[in-house]
């Protein structure tokens, strides 16, 4: 599975963040809708939103040096690109494109307003001292399953710069352009993603189990999207009942489509050694005693585990990194 966890660039950093400039977020030209909006607490834009972004040129998400973030998404109205940008406690919104009623009307949910994180008491003296430095964590919700899933789907079993250009390749190849002023890509609806065909699966070098799993999980997209909708055990069983989706792609789903603050991530190569590491000192933890180690922090282990990564005490690297390799040239 992809080495999320590892800073591939200085754009992000581990635990899913995102840095975003220090800016004066002015208005963009020609906005078609525009909201703004004060949350209860402080809002850190990089961290909520970070985990949304698939690699440092993902032509869906991008940062610019006025302080804005900018995602784009293919909402249940059509196509929208939402920039957001946060200035004296007050976030400011604009959207562009059929979907931008829609992206619009769910801000305070993408910004973690339906999160809890009074809910979270921290148990070991790291995780207490990552959480007092980052109050303006709050854990985002779009609301929406498949253009999450796709890149996690992506993601299995291979590196993390593997899986960010088979996303932005396919993603510039059969999206189609962002409505607004930026140069960027919404996601292909998944009628599309279910016709792709194999020869450009492989090309990006996806191969023939990873795009196969994307093909049922889009034929079966609407039933998917209602996942969303669902609480933690209902919306996991939704999406494992697609084969080729297990525990490891259903958890870093649901942390972003349904803000899942429980959906703790098990099956994947680094987690278990780094949270072992972390609490305990054990760089060889596994995923029965990342859970022992986690049980304290039940229904909150996904942002428990945030924490711990955004930490940065992660054991000294031991083994060569995962090889990687390009189906494409084959």
């Known amino acids: 599975m992809a080495g999320r966890y590892e800073p591939l660039t200085r754009a992000a950093v581990r635990g899913g963040r995102t840095r975003v400039p220090a800016g004066s977020g002015q208005r963009a030209e020609g906005a078609a809708r525009e909201r703004a909006w004060t949350p209860a607490g402080p809002v850190d834009l990089g961290l909520i939103l970070g985990p949304l972004r698939r690699g440092p040129h993902d032509p869906t998400f991008r940062t610019t040096p006025d302080g804005s973030v900018w995602k784009t998404s293919r909402t249940p109205d059509g196509p929208a690109t939402l920039r957001v940008t946060c200035h004296a406690g007050t976030v400011h919104a604009e959207a562009w494109g059929p979907g931008a009623d829609w992206i619009l009307d769910g801000l305070p949910r993408l ?27 709050r854990l985002t919700r779009t609301g929406l ?10 993601e299995q079993k291979v590196t993390a710069d593997e899986a960010y250009r088979a996303w932005r390749r396919l993603v510039r190849q059969y999206g189609e352009p962002a409505p607004g002023p930026q140069d ?5 609806d998944a009628r599309t993603w279910a016709m792709i065909p194999s020869w450009d699966w492989h090309r990006a070098g996806v ?13 079966v997209a609407g039933r998917l999207e209602e996942a969303a909708a669902m609480e933690l055990p209902a919306a996991v069983r939704r999406l494992e009942a697609v084969p080729g989706i297990g525990p490891w792609t259903s ?32 760089r060889d933890a596994d995923d029965a005693a990342m859970l022992e180690l986690l049980a304290p922090y039940a229904g909150q282990r996904h942002r428990a585990a945030r924490l711990i990564l955004l930490a940065g005490r992660i054991p000294p690297r031991r083994h060569p990194k995962m090889p990687k390799t390009d189906i494409g040239l084959l």
């Open 145 to 154: 399953v498949l253009e999450t899933l796709i890149p996690t789907i992506l």
């Open 184 to 188: 960027m890509s919404v996601v292909p």
């Open 111 to 137: 910004l973690g307003d339906g999160d809890d994180p009074a809910a979270f008491v921290p148990r070991h003296r790291l995780v207490h001292a990552s959480h007092r430095r980052r109050p303006g964590l």
């Open 251 to 282: 958890a870093e789903t649901l942390q972003r489509s349904n803000g899942a603050p429980d959906a703790v991530t098990t099956g994947d190569l680094h987690l278990p050694g780094i949270i072992g590491y972390a609490l305990a000192g054990n």
């Open 207 to 219: 191969d023939m189990k990873r795009s196969a799993t994307i093909v049922r999980a889009a034929r």
